[in-house]
């Protein structure tokens, strides 16, 4: 724990560390709980889904509006999936610590972290094209200048977009549960996935995720005790109780959006896990 509140003390950009983070799950959900994009049209399918087990696909339509503002943002702040690695410096016109958020639904927590958090880079992941064009459209719409977005699946950014030990945060909140035992296999947080998430982190990152939903959670912690490039930073991972997390690399605090506060109304607890990069 050491290492990782040692390196938290010496990133740039870790005066942004009381900004908030929360996934907006607001609207309709596609995908497992990643997200990034596609290349060209014959393979568009195969490149936004290409695991279609791994997650649920719902399509609609663009407003006039949204469609509007994409056409307008969209070149110079989105991006689909593809094969060569990010130049995240060249993308946002600056060097600053970065974080990505796997499954920004509508953005709403997504633009209030970034606004909460000037001196961070964000980069949400996506697959759900009408719930980006809301956020696309805030982004102009406030002037938010510290968000990219990429659409289609996030093991695939990770995994040829995003150089190791390059991110300061990475955050995934609500990811789809699959409740249904035979279905857990499309759960994004499996140990192949943890593993490749820890392998991108740098020394002092992040790895914030928050679920409503009891049985998963309990398969996140077993599968995050087991991931050796990560050490509990908070009760759930296994950290001290008495010493929680607080002096990190990223802002650690949440806006409860409209889908957390309907869990809280059902009753449902809400798990935080926080583990560090060491």
Known sequence: MDAVNDAAKHTAGSDGAEGGSLRN???????????????PPERESARLYPRVTSFRSRRGALTATQQQSWDRMWPRIGREVGDEP?????WFGRTAPLIIEVGCGTGTATAAMAQAEPD????????????????VQRIEREGIDN???LRGDAVDVLEHMIAKDSLAGVRVFFPDPWPKARHHKRRLLQPATMA????????????????????????????????????????ATGGD?????????????????KFESKAHRAGSAITEFIWGKI
């Open 147 to 149: 968000v990219r977005l």
């Open 241 to 257: 109780p008495e010493h929680p997390a607080t002096d990190t690399v990223i802002g650690l605090e949440r806006p409860v959006t």
């Open 86 to 90: 990010l130049d995240a410096a060249a």
């Open 120 to 135: 961070f880079d964000l980069i949400g992941i996506e697959v759900y094209k009408p719930g980006l064009a809301q956020l």
């Open 25 to 39: 799950h607001e609207g309709p959900r596609e995908r497992r709980d990643d997200a990034a994009g596609s290349t």
């Open 196 to 235: 490749l998430i820890a392998s991108r982190l740098q020394r002092g990152g992040i790895l914030h995720v928050a679920t409503d939903h009891a049985d998963y959670a309990e398969h996140i912690a077993e599968v995050g005790a087991g991931e050796t490039q990560l050490v509990g930073l908070n009760e």
